[in-house]
């Protein structure tokens, strides 16, 4: 005789298919594992590209794609001389991101390999209180050794996050988070061919140190895009005419006017969803608020090297240290040598550019683990940025992997020229 039990659970079973037979009939389950969407999608979207990261691979099993999350700590190179004893999520931090679609049923198993607890929110994807993630609220704390499932359909589609609900303050801190998108079951229009996924955060580190300092609230001294500084970040590339699509997501403590040369762009979406048309302003800057998402889509007509970056300029900056004298506007002729000899190392400001400072970290030895505030080479000398700064590459001809192609090649008569020396 059949147990309460199973009765539940076929009677779930057949419920969960007839809804997934509504929502999702195009969506047969795949043999194997796969990261391929399409099953779930009336139209493949083009994959979503995590810049110095991956998409998160999945199992079809009974018609649920499932998803498994293991929270631990791990290492994170943010460019190489500085390594980062960091927490995050299958081996990274970001943690990878997320992809389904809409209508899709997704089960998300959760290990627990920290030393503490922790708990996994879905940040913005509407589900039942129970899933929401919250430790305390709606379950206990995932303990360590732990693994626990969260199953949700998923009715919505755009970009959203997760992150823990759990010792928040820290865990954010040292790098738990990760992207969730959630494609939508139509084509979007017009389609986009290039979609990729970018994760913004602040850190203090302080210089000689290798761990997040989660005590910090307001002083961050590392800005970065997928937890990597320029000049590691990689470049996103792009070919002449594609409609490209940026998702930025925000778990910093602080805002982040994302700015876009050589575009402008419309913000297509939030983490609330697509932003109708008749509300999407042009901008070339777009501030992305602390616990939000934001979409931008441009058509990439002019090729070149764009820069993509933050607009608070400290925050394309790497480690530095704030506490320093303003000297700027003063006659420091025959100053400099004499504080040098006190400090090894000072530089005036305001009177040579701050570029001499990242010739001069070539040769000389700062703290240990610690990367000097700008060090981007570019084909025309120092580029003088770190921290959340990137390049588009635009260019008429790409590779089929989309590699980096090296620096833009000027047309003759197109670049700015000097007049007199
Ligand atoms: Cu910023």
New binding site residues.
Partial sequence: MATRRQLLGSFLAAAGASLGHRLARAAEPLPTTSTTLAPGAAVAPPPVVTPDGASLPFEWKDGVKEFHLTAEPVWREFAPGMRVKCWGYNGTTPGPTIEAVEGDRVRILVTNKLPERTSIHWHGVLLPPGMDGVSGLTQPAIMPGETWAYEFTLRQHGTQMYHPHADEMLQMAVGMMGLFVIHPREAATPPVDRDFAIM?H?WAIHPGTYRPDPAVMLDFNM?TFNSKVFPATAPLVVKTGQRVRIRFGNLSM????MHLHGFKFRVTGTDGGPVPASAQLPETTTLVPVGATRDIEFVADVPGDWVLH???SH?TMNAMAHDIENTLGADQRGVEERIQALLPGYMGMGQRGMSEMQDMAQHMKGPKNTLPMMAGKGPFGNIEMGG?FTIVKVRDEVSADYADPGWYEHPEGTRAWKVRA
Avoid: I, N
């Fill in positions: 913004l602040a800005f602080d805002e982040h006017p933050c607009h608070k925050h959340m």
